[in-house]
């Protein structure tokens, strides 16, 4: 009979790779609260009609059917969450976050689920650091979620960071430039791909973003967007430019940035780096003015990204960064059986109440000393505590430290202070 595996596109996170995920996650935690953000728990299930609304049946959950959905006997549809935003919103909506002082800002991490071809930090099940600014249309706001983006892969260690950018307008001025566009590819619509054809019909804006071949060419000429902004949306812009040259931060407006998601509306960004593959893109976001209406709640303009952990640790990894010590606690008691595996059994539980990380040497009847040793340095301990049948009835411990130098007989009552001194 063969094994079962996992599903295609699932992963095991295995203790190896939890020293990058423990960094990662820190990192977004300490950044979030040092910015104001509070954290937020969502379900990873939602009723369907949640981002039918919200994300839209233009996205590409929708048109390439990357959702996973239930269908309930009662006749409910249920989905599991393909990105945090709109349930975010509509948490925010349900509990009356609304009535805060505004704005709220919020922050989540935890996974999302998506059909979609598995690739290179990209899984079905992936996990995702999202931050949104609810409640707010000030530039400012953006230029704070940007900035926590920005700072997260900065202060990871990444190299060559900078901000894509663009304004993708709004319900005003939106359905000008998608006449534009439109009339600009009229004559050229042969030579779009049938993925392409599909989107000018359903979603225009995301032509601009075709990987398809020949579409470099083809959108040279295009109009861009940012010449085609109502009055509104154009001081906006300019205003978080003129923050970020305030700031002294680099960044590139880029007519084709439209990100894949119907809510965005103005801002849309994605910080790049250097170094890390074909794909230079590492998180993006950008505003979603209408989403609280569209999923019948009030006016509530917000901002906010989100960034996959995974892909930041494949980039970690393949840029060589050094982690922290591993969680492997740094002493190993060793004993010969019998009452010294008693006495063995009673010390470990001592330190751990104490505080002190400590690991039994198991062994079911007698063990050799030799053997133990082994374990201790293949678990890289730095202190091995041995009970013999002296120390047992003596009350000590002998302490081994495994970098080399003398072994230290110990009183047994002062165990705890002693790691705790020569452990600091």
């Known amino acids: 009979m063969s094994a079962i595996q996992r599903v295609k596109g699932m992963q095991d996170v295995l203790p190896d790779d939890y020293g990058y995920w423990d960094l990662v996650i820190e990192t ?10 509070q954290r937020i728990e969502l379900p990873v299930i939602e009723f369907t009609e949640l981002f039918a609304r919200g994300v839209g049946t233009a996205s590409d959950f929708f048109v ?13 549809s249920l989905t599991l969450r393909p990105e945090f935003t709109a349930g975010v919103v509509r948490a925010y ?14 922050y989540s991490i935890g996974p999302i689920f998506r059909r979609e071809r598995p690739q290179a930090g990209r899984f079905r099940q992936h996990s995702q650091f999202n931050c949104e600014i609810i409640g707010e249309m000030d530039p400012a706001a953006d230029l704070e979620v940007m900035m926590v983006a920005m ?7 990444f190299k060559g960071l900078t901000f894509q ?14 006449a534009v566009l439109q009339e600009y590819l009229a004559n050229d619509l042969d030579k779009l791909a049938a993925v392409d054809q599909e989107r000018l019909r359903r979603n225009p804006l995301r032509v601009l973003d075709s990987k398809e071949p020949g579409m470099d060419a083809l959108l040279a000429g295009v109009p861009h967007i940012i010449d085609h902004l109502c009055d509104d949306c154009a001081d906006h812009f300019a205003e978080l430019r003129r923050m970020l040259d305030a700031l002294g931060q680099t960044y590139t407006v880029n007519f084709r940035l439209v990100r894949g998601i119907d809510y965005y ?12 593959g074909a794909q230079a893109a590492v998180c993006g976001g950008g505003r979603y003015d209408g989403l609280s209406e569209a999923i019948g709640g009030p006016a509530a303009p917000g901002v906010g990204f989100g960034s996959g952990i995974e892909r930041i640790i494949l980039a970690l990894k393949e840029s060589g960064v050094s982690l922290p010590a591993g969680a492997q606690p740094p002493i190993l008691i060793a004993h010969f059986g019998g009452e010294t595996k008693m006495a063995a059994v009673q010390l470990v539980y001592e330190l751990r109440a104490a505080g002190l990380a400590a690991r039994l040497a ?34 000590a411990v002998m302490v081994r430290p495994m970098a080399g130098g003398e072994q230290v007989r110990v009183p047994r009552p002062e165990i705890a202070a002693y790691l705790r001194g020569v452990l600091a």
């Not at 977004?28 to 953000?37: D, Q």
């Not at 909506?93 to 919020?106: A, D, R, Y």
Request: charged share 25%; hydrophobic share 35%; proline share 4%.
């Open 28 to 37: 977004a935690r300490n950044l979030a609260h040092r910015y104001g953000f």
């Open 265 to 276: 509306v103005k801002t849309v960004f994605e910080v790049w780096a250097q170094g890390i």
């Open 362 to 395: 198991f062994a079911r009847g007698k063990r050799s000393m030799k053997s133990q040793m082994r374990e201790a340095n293949k678990l890289e301990a730095r202190y091995v505590l041995i009970l013999g049948e002296a120390e047992v009835a003596e009350q």
């Open 151 to 157: 700072n997260l892969y900065r202060e990871l260690g």
């Open 64 to 76: 390439q059917k990357e959702m996973y959905t239930i269908e309930e006997e009662d006749g409910s």
């Open 93 to 106: 909506i349900e509990n009356g976050l609304h009535n805060w002082p505004q704005p709220v800002k919020l």
């Open 165 to 178: 950018l663009n304004s993708t307008g709004c319900p005003v001025c939106k359905p000008r430039y998608v």
